[in-house]
C-alpha cells in the first residue's frame, strides 16, 4: 500500500492550492489530511468517508471553503485550500484506513503518504 502526496508549494496569502494524494494497494474506507508545523504535533485538518458524502473539518478550517474529496475510479484523494494563510504553513500528509468509515483521529489511521510542504508567506 502506497499514498504519493503532491501539490505542496509557496504561495502568498490570499492564494490557493490543491492537494493530491494518489493511494495504491487497497481500497479504503476513511481517508484523511493532516498537517504538521515546525515544532508541533500532527493535527487533523478533514476526512470522508468511502461513498463521499460524510465529511470531517477541524475547526481550524472549518468556514474557509476548505474541500476534501475523492475520485475512487482513480484512487485519488483532493484537499482543495482556498484563502490560505501564513498559518496553514506546514507539511501535509494523506492518510487512510481500511476500517474505519471515518475518522479525525491519527491513531485510527494505517496508512500514510510522505508529506508536502506547503508554505505561506504574508
Known amino acids: 500500500v502506497q499514498l504519493q502526496a503532491s501539490g505542496g508549494g509557496l504561495v502568498q496569502a490570499g492564494g490557493s492550492l490543491r492537494l493530491s494524494c494518489v493511494a495504491s494497494g487497497s481500497t479504503f474506507n476513511s481517508v484523511g489530511w493532516f498537517r504538521q508545523a515546525p515544532g508541533k504535533e500532527r493535527d487533523f485538518v478533514a476526512a470522508q468517508n468511502w461513498r463521499g458524502d460524510r465529511r470531517k473539518y477541524a475547526d481550524a478550517v472549518k468556514g474557509r471553503r476548505f474541500t476534501i474529496s475523492r475520485d475512487n475510479r482513480n484512487n485519488t484523494i483532493y484537499l482543495q485550500m482556498p484563502n490560505l494563510k501564513p498559518e496553514d504553513t506546514a507539511v501535509y500528509y494523506c492518510?487512510?484506513?481500511?476500517?474505519?468509515?471515518?475518522?479525525?483521529?491519527?491513531?485510527?489511521?494505517?496508512?500514510w503518504g510522505q508529506g508536502t510542504q506547503v508554505t505561506v508567506s504574508s
Open positions: 492518510a487512510a484506513d481500511r476500517w474505519r468509515l471515518i475518522s479525525d483521529k491519527i491513531t485510527d489511521y494505517h496508512y
